[in-house]
């Protein structure tokens, strides 16, 4: 019977058959999804277009299964002769080289975020959804029982203590967000410089992951401890999957990231379970049992222990609003249409490419040699990518595919010892070019929020360190009277809700001006925390909350009066264009990088016309026009 055929040039399956994997991708992903109805519930500016972002996953993960299994198959019958990759024969870096690196990164970050260059022209994107929470919760409100939250508890409620601490101020909130910062990126240096001693290779995975995870939202939500607090866990557990203290400190580990955001955590630990599911395979499930049990009770006990000290007894309100919201992103609400664009391709060739690797590897080496570090970590990092990949899709944007597919690259970038998924050095060039292309794309989605972050950044070097305008006695902290650089009309808008008459009364905002509670020193008391209406029943309870608390007060635009309340002959439920004001950056962007560019133009509008819908009734029924101030419009309560 004769053995298997040897795998040279001619004998295994190489770049075409990777090219052939990927292709009915193309098709599959932009049609299927049109072809299932989407929920009735969901309002999306991709079931606006007729596009069912949940098929869209299940096309998705279901191809992959159909490249695993066909590579498995290959794998069987081959024998590749791709290299190993052994452990890391470079010298050590030398202590005066160690902290000399950490040392720069720590300068970079301190001038790249430096409080008081920020703070001058503050907010600016996803900060404000955090000064806004901090706010709230100085004013006694808690998140989850009082306000929604898209993550977890320990992203959120260390604000408070922190600006109680340094006082409530931009300044405060971008220093904590540059410790956070600094401690991810050091934490991350020091990993490389131990795992990845040679100077070139270091610099490389530097810049590939500075790519990947710049934050010019500048929200707590987009900083690295997010993305790294999962892969931190399964690295740890990887290395040593059979030793208790090891599964342990993983475990621990993944527990706090579940505490952070519970999202990529989850995907984590599926992505764990496939590890310990390869290790059992491999050396049979009485090797693994113990760790298995350590690292899960460790996790769920570090997890439940964190939210229960972080929450109190408000630990099943975030429980319920979790599963709330994650249903609501599961049926494809806020969600965009996937179409190609140069990222999206390069995503999802990393996915194909890993997929058919793995299997590959697993079906023509796993009964004969050990899994490695670098294997356990490959698969479980493949894992955990396929399962974000459901957040990648819904969303589909540079900040949701480039996050999802994050364990992906560092699983490819990093060099840790491999016996089983290896790849040619073919293969490799082209696995080199995707992680190249995904960084650059991801840089060109990010550029114009950052130029507009940076625009600010400059400017704050030069603004002068005296309040612009004369303090007023808001009933919380107030961020406009003492900015460098006020809006008059918001400054007004403090002074006269610090008025003695109505000083203290709840104040809704509604709409877009969902953030400026903080700035006049009014705190945001509704149910929502941004302009997102996730369903008519959460736009439906600000109503129910507007006339159980019999709210005094309404801060709206004059163009959303305007629209509301039909003024100069307006129609109060017509849609509206709302268009993204254009340029050659977010024309390139729209096809190279991501697809918010112009879904945007579609989902601004959607969100208007619900709140017209469901927030506007009550508030045409029970309010009208008090006052202007600038470009805002005061309404007051007229009906019980």
Not at 90 to 101: D, N, S
Not at 534 to 547: M, P, T
Not at 586 to 595: D, I, L, P, Q, Y
């Amino acid at each position: 019977m004769p053995g298997p055929r040897p795998a040279g040039a001619a004998g295994m399956p190489g770049l075409g058959a990777l090219l052939l994997s990927f292709l009915p991708l193309v098709p599959l992903l932009v049609w299927v999804p049109t072809l299932v109805p989407v929920d009735a519930s969901v309002q999306s500016e991709a079931t606006a277009r007729g596009y069912n972002s949940t098929v869209a996953y299940q096309v998705a993960a279901g191809w992959c299964a159909v490249v695993f299994a066909a590579w498995w198959g290959l794998g069987r019958r081959l024998v590749s002769d791709a290299p190993a990759l052994p452990p890391s024969t470079a010298p050590p870096v030398t202590p005066a080289r160690r902290w000399l690196e950490r040392v720069v990164l720590a300068v970079v970050l301190t001038a790249g975020l430096w409080p008081w260059a920020l703070a001058p022209r503050g907010t600016y994107i996803e900060d404000a959804v955090f000064v806004n929470a901090a706010h709230r919760m100085l004013a006694g409100l808690a998140p989850f029982r009082d306000f929604e939250f898209l993550y977890g508890p320990l992203m959120v409620v260390p604000l408070a203590p922190w600006m109680r601490l340094t006082g409530f101020s931009l300044e405060s909130y971008y220093g904590y967000l540059l410790l956070t910062e600094l401690a991810g990126w050091l934490a991350l240096l020091v990993f490389l410089q131990r795992v990845a001693p040679a100077s070139r290779l270091r610099m490389v995975i530097l810049a590939l992951a500075a790519a990947l995870l710049i934050n010019p939202l500048l929200g707590l939500n987009y900083a690295v401890l997010r993305r790294l607090l999962p892969l931190a866990a399964l690295l740890v557990l990887t290395r040593a999957p059979r030793a208790p203290s090891t599964a342990a400190l993983g475990g621990g580990l993944l527990g706090v990231a579940l505490a952070y955001s519970h999202d990529t955590a989850t995907a984590a630990g599926l992505g764990a379970a496939a590890m310990f599911a390869l290790v059992a395979w491999q050396e049979g499930v009485a090797r693994v049992w113990r760790p298995v049990i350590t690292f899960g009770v460790t996790a769920v006990a570090t997890w439940l222990g964190l939210g229960v000290l972080l929450m109190g007894g408000g630990f099943a309100d975030y429980l319920r609003e979790a599963q709330t919201l994650v249903t609501r992103f599961s049926a494809g609400e806020a969600a965009f249409r996937f179409y190609w664009t140069v990222n999206a391709v390069a995503v999802f060739t990393l996915i194909v490419a890993a997929v058919a690797f793995a299997a590959r590897g697993l079906a023509a080496r796993a009964g004969a040699a050990p899994a490695a570090w670098g294997d356990r970590w490959f698969l479980a990092a493949l894992v955990a990518t396929i399962v974000q990949l459901k957040s990648g899709l819904n969303r589909a944007d540079v900040w949701h595919l480039c996050g999802g597919v994050l364990p992906l690259a560092a699983a490819f970038a990093l060099p840790l010892p491999r016996t089983l998924v290896r790849w040619t050095p073919a293969e490799g060039r082209a696995v080199v070019v995707g992680l190249a292309l995904l960084g650059a794309t991801n840089l060109i989605g990010q550029a114009p929020l950052a130029s507009y972050a940076l625009r600010g950044w400059v400017d704050g070097w030069s603004a002068p360190r005296v309040a612009a305008a004369a303090p007023i006695d808001t009933e919380a902290p107030a961020i406009e009277p003492a900015r460098a650089y006020p809006h008059p009309p918001l400054v007004d808008l403090a002074r006269y809700f610090a008025d003695p008459a109505r000083r203290g009364q709840a104040v809704y905002f509604y709409g877009t001006l969902w953030g400026i509670g903080p700035r006049i020193g009014v705190p945001k008391r509704d149910p929502n925390n941004d302009n997102f209406l996730y369903s008519d029943e959460r736009g439906a309870r600000v109503g129910r909350w507007l006339d159980a608390a019999q709210v005094p007060w309404v801060v709206m635009t004059a163009e959303a009066e305007a629209r509301l309340f039909a003024r100069d002959g307006a129609n109060p439920l017509a849609e509206f264009e709302r268009r993204v004001e254009p340029s050659l950056v977010k024309t390139f962007g729209a096809w190279t990088s991501s697809v918010h560019f112009t879904a945007l133009e579609v989902e601004m509008p959607l969100q208007d016309a619900r709140w017209r819908r469901v927030v506007g009734e009550t508030i045409r029924r029970a309010y009208t026009r008090e006052t202007v101030i600038g470009e805002y419009v005061v309404l007051r309560r007229t009906t019980r």
